[in-house]
């Protein structure tokens, strides 16, 4: 637990709609610390409402808690886990040279797999030779040639054509060079987990649907079509911008939307837990808090483990 060689890392995580980031937030002031979050639709700005930033979280008792790695890509950019990690690692130095705690806060399983498993970091130049033979082919020749390298687990590597032709490259370079592994900080985790029973959180995702699309979830994703954001890519993005992009489409009355997109949400916090599971079961230990305690009780479970650990 102690080990004065390694910083602490505090890592907060759970279920859509678990109450996440007021949590981080409290305890990010109690321990003097700032925030990185893991999330991988909130890196995008004007996602908002969608996504959950949910700004005035941060503010605790007039304090205003830093956070990372929200508002740093214009939606459209294909942001992923490599420029994740890379930025991750520039605000875990920022946060420490200021004498901060570390806290990372969010329910993207494979972002925070990648730091607390330091998955490699691969820096792969641009090959326009390759690309240009490349760009001459169809979807179908060029999953093909992926297929040539590796199982296609990663779907989201061929809904596309550059993304299939980026793959390909990443592939091919890997075959003649060495991994390029950027350093990573060496640290001791301390994982939170906030969780409600299924009755209690099927309750508060379908309430906060109904509250974000009062404030105005409908008209965020209209903003974005008409500042050029494609329906493809908010399709992309998936839940809240897939059907919302539908239904501006026609494709479901109000009500449709509403019963499709609750339902999706209800299916990807059950994913998330079911990720959260893999990982206890791969070694990290998750110290799982009861959700429906206030927030106070909340935060009292968390300063022991912190006291123990620190």
Not at 24 to 47: C, F, H, P
Not at 237 to 242: D, I, R, V
Request: net charge neutral.
């Amino acid at each position: 637990m102690k080990n004065p060689d390694k910083p602490l890392l505090i890592v907060i995580l759970g279920h859509t709609a678990g109450g996440k980031t007021a949590f981080a937030a409290s305890l990010a002031q109690r321990v003097n610390g700032e925030i990185i979050s893991a999330d991988s639709r909130q890196v995008y700005r004007g996602m908002d409402i969608g996504t959950g930033k949910d700004y005035h979280d941060y503010v605790i008792n007039g304090e205003k808690i830093k956070v990372h790695l929200v508002d740093i890509a214009d939606p459209g950019y294909e942001y992923n886990v490599y420029e994740f990690q890379k930025d991750f690692i520039h605000a875990w130095h920022d946060i420490r040279s200021a004498n901060k705690q570390v806290l990372l806060c969010g329910g993207t399983g494979l972002y925070l797999d990648a730091v607390l498993k330091q998955y490699r970091l691969i820096n792969v130049p641009v090959n326009n030779d390759l690309r240009n033979e490349l760009v001459k082919k169809n979807i179908d020749e060029l999953t093909e040639i992926l297929r040539n390298f590796k199982n296609l687990h990663n779907k989201t590597d061929i809904v596309n054509k550059k993304r299939l032709i980026r793959a390909i490259e990443i592939e091919t370079y890997l075959q003649c060079h060495p991994t390029v592994i950027r350093e990573f900080p060496d640290f001791r985790p301390l994982v939170l987990g906030i969780r409600f029973s299924r009755d209690e959180r099927r309750n508060r995702i379908t309430q906060r649907l109904k509250d974000r699309l009062k404030s105005g979830m409908i008209e965020e994703v209209e903003g974005l079509i008409n500042s050029g954001v494609s329906k493809e890519t908010l399709v992309f993005y998936g839940l809240e911008y897939k059907y919302l992009a539908w239904y501006l489409e026609e494709k479901f009355s109000y009500d449709e939307m509403f019963e499709k997109l609750n339902t999706a949400i209800h299916q990807f916090a059950k994913r998330q837990m079911t990720w959260f599971r893999k990982m206890e079961r791969e070694g990290v230990q998750i110290h799982w808090i009861d959700g429906e305690k206030d927030m106070e009780e909340k935060i009292s479970v968390a300063m022991k483990l912190y006291a123990e650990y620190a």
